[in-house]
């Protein structure tokens, strides 16, 4: 099964807020844009991706990640990150002919194409599905079958959100570079230590020496 791909994308300046004690507000917008560009990477060179849509109001964001082979969807106007995925979904049903679609974020700088390929291929199982975050409460994949709404939750404590909804937590090992995203400093030294793509290597190494 070959599933579309939508990675929800904040304005630049104002993503990975959390990440403010790492990196300062001149280099942050860089971080956060190099995070989407090794994440949309790794997604278009996983053999069960068939196309990556970024929902995003961020117009150099969309250029470069335009420039590597993704869609771009407009982000709606305030709407929040669960109104976007709903918004890029519908716009991607419309044009795929309901093709399976699966939510994934924009913050996983250390995906590996091939341990994407066995979350999808496991998802491919379940009507609806997701995949925690490496802290075990969030979400880094959410998951819909053909003909499926993806209903997405993101936010704080998602997991037992999707979890509740009826989703199926998918509980595959050895795909920690699915799991790491990175919103804290301690997460991008995690996902440093698994190996990040060139885009996040690069902008890591400006950072002050004992933040990278
Ligand atoms: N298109 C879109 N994407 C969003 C929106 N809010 C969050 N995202 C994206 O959704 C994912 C998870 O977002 P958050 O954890 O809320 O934000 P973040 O920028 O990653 O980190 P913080 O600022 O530290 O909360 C990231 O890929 C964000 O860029 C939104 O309103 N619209
Ligand atoms: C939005 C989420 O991600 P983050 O951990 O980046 O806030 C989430 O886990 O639902």
Do not use: I
Request: proline letters at 7%; glycine letters at 8%; charged letters at 20%.
């Amino acid at each position: 099964m070959q599933w579309t791909l939508v990675v929800p994308l904040k304005p630049l300046p104002q993503a990975k807020s959390r990440l403010a004690d790492t990196a300062d507000d001149g280099l942050r917008p860089g971080l956060a844009l190099a995070f989407a560009q090794d994440t949309v990477a790794a997604a278009l060179g996983c053999p069960a991706v068939r196309d990556v849509v970024v929902v995003t109001n961020d117009a150099l964001a969309a250029r470069e990640l335009a420039a590597l082979g993704a869609g771009t969807v407009p982000d709606l106007p305030r709407a929040g990150l669960n109104a976007a995925l709903v918004h890029a979904a519908t716009v991607v049903g419309a044009a795929r002919r309901a093709a399976p679609v699966a939510a994934l974020n924009a913050d996983l700088p250390a995906l590996r194409p091939a341990e994407l390929a066995r979350v999808l291929d496991a998802a491919a199982e379940f009507p609806r599905s997701f995949l925690a975050d490496s802290a075990g409460l969030g979400t880094t994949l959410l998951a819909a079958r053909r003909g499926r709404e993806l209903r997405p939750q993101f936010g704080v404590g998602s997991r037992a959100r999707h979890r509740a909804s009826g989703a199926v937590e998918l509980t595959l090992d050895a795909v920690d570079s699915v799991r790491q995203d990175v919103d804290t400093g301690g997460d991008l030294r995690a996902a440093l230590a698994l190996g990040v793509g060139p885009r996040t290597a690069a902008a890591a190494a400006r950072l002050p020496a004992g933040q990278q």
